[in-house]
């Protein structure tokens, strides 16, 4: 689904990621995680060519993101989308323009686009407030908006860049519920960097741990296909073993 072969970026003498691969699995959440200034928002900007990397390819979608320039590459970012810390909504607009405007650029009918509009904000529980301005939302509210803002465009990627880390730990876990939500129900991939490392290990079913630009290792958390929540009989066993081999006998 993401593939990076040898990336690598630099800030004028620094270098911010060295020669960095990198495979993410079609479905499932990939965190990102490491010390302050180990390169993850730099590599998350990477996959959607944000920032554009000095040397190496970027793949997405079995497209090569790194051989694209003006429409196609602007096609093919339509398939990614992205939230921040800060949300990044547009302060003069409503909640329904700010979701709308992802969707200005494409000639759909305007019926289809607020049918498109409306249905994203339901599926983060906003419709009701579709009228409201960001100044009048709370911080879990506007980072709803925002992920509406970027499921507009139908996207099979989610860049998410340290999505709760300016929200308290109530509204932390509601908007974790929405991106496995998003994961589960819409089938989309979802990237997450975050220095809390709760949040990564709450919902991540691998971890790339970054150290200096470079990758350190990458964990599998919860391995996709498992039912963690149906298979109780090996919920048991886990709590029970933590990890240790036991006497089947
Ligand atoms: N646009 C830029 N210009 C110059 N230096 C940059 C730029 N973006 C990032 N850097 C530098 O690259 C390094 C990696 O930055 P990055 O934001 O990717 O790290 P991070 O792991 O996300 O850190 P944090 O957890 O503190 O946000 C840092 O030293 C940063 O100062």
Do not use: W
């Not at 990076?4 to 990198?22: C, G, H, P, T, W």
């Not at 998350?44 to 554009?52: C, D, G, P």
């Not at 220095?195 to 741990?209: G, P």
């Amino acid at each position: 689904m993401i593939k990076l072969n040898r990336v690598s970026k630099r800030f004028a003498q620094f270098q911010a990621i060295k020669e960095l691969s990198l495979e993410i699995n079609s479905g499932e959440i990939h965190g990102i995680i490491g010390a302050s200034g180990a390169g993850k928002s730099t590599l998350l900007r990477l996959m959607n060519l944000l920032e554009i990397p000095d040397e190496g390819e970027v793949e997405v979608n079995a497209q090569i993101l790194t051989k694209m320039s003006g429409k196609k590459l602007r096609e093919a970012r339509k398939s990614i989308g992205m939230i921040f810390q800060h949300f990044n909504l547009i302060s003069n607009k409503t909640v329904y323009d700010n979701v709308a405007v992802s969707l200005e650029l494409t000639r759909s009918p305007k019926e289809e686009q607020k049918k498109r509009v409306l249905e994203c904000l339901s599926f983060v529980g906003l419709a009701e407030l579709k009228d409201k301005y960001p100044a009048q939302l709370s911080g879990g509210q506007k980072q709803r908006v925002a992920i509406a803002r970027a499921l507009a465009n139908k996207p099979q990627v989610l860049l998410c860049d340290e999505p709760t880390s300016s929200l308290d730990s109530n509204t932390t876990a509601d908007l974790l519920k929405v991106l496995e939500d998003i994961n589960q129900h819409l089938g989309v991939t979802i990237v997450i960097v975050s220095h809390e490392m709760e949040v990564i290990k709450s919902i991540c079913n691998r971890v790339t741990v970054l150290e200096n630009g470079s990758l350190y290792q990458t964990v599998t958390t919860k391995p996709k296909g498992v039912q963690m929540k149906e298979n109780r009989a090996q919920y048991f066993v886990d709590q029970l073993t933590e990890g240790e081999e036991i006497d089947n006998a």
